[in-house]
């Protein structure tokens, strides 16, 4: 089972060998190709995702049939549709592998099992949680308080291998601007880097 995983439990909640050994035995692997879904909008989300490698992306359809990303997971990073997740409601999001990507995915039921016999795992699961609200959380008061040159160069700064990773159109999406924008603000960007 992936060493990282291990640590991004481990970091959140004091467990023996014996209960850890436990918990990762409810984690399965799952492989996705470029451009499959591991969440469909519309499906309700009973699965919780640590990405072991690749990039996912969440993305929504607009009322005029158009894409909007809103957020991407990297490795060793959890991911799920908090809202479906929890209140076990259709999805209004789809989350997509961007490139080749494996998952270490846990059920909600068996996650609620865990909680049952190793109560502790709740306050892993709480953490884990919280960190994906604040980067959403975070990106959204990037998006409301800062212009397009500013999310651009707070993604160069904090997330550099999205720049590297990610399709110039999901790029676009997600910091709001068309590709042809993002295209000149990267050469802007460049020159006042230069």
């Known amino acids: 089972m992936n060493d990282e995983l291990r ?6 909640v004091a467990l023996s060998n014996d209960e850890l050994e436990f918990v990762l035995s409810f984690f399965k692997l799952i492989r996705l190709n470029k451009e499959q879904k591991f969440l469909q909008q519309g499906k309700i989300c009973d699965e919780v995702a640590f990405v072991q490698s690749g990039i996912l992306r969440i993305f929504y359809f607009n009322e005029k049939g158009e894409e909007t990303t809103c957020y991407f997971a990297l490795e060793n990073e959890f991911i799920t549709s908090l809202k479906s997740f929890s209140s ?18 846990i059920k909600k039921k068996d996650l609620e099992h865990l909680y049952n016999v190793l109560p502790k795992t709740q306050e892993f699961a709480m ?19 800062q212009a397009a040159e500013a999310r651009y160069s707070y993604l160069m700064a904090n997330s550099p291998k999205l720049l590297k990773m990610v399709p110039l159109q999901y790029l676009a999406s997600y910091i709001g601007v068309s590709p042809q924008h993002l295209s000149r603000l990267r050469k802007n960007v460049g020159k006042i880097i230069s």
């Open 7 to 12: 640590k991004a439990i481990t970091a959140n």
């Open 127 to 145: 953490k884990a949680m919280e960190k994906v609200a604040i980067k959403m959380e975070e990106r959204l008061a990037l998006f409301l308080n």
């Open 88 to 105: 076990k409601c259709n999805s209004v999001e789809n989350i997509q592998a961007i490139v080749a990507t494996e998952l270490l995915v």
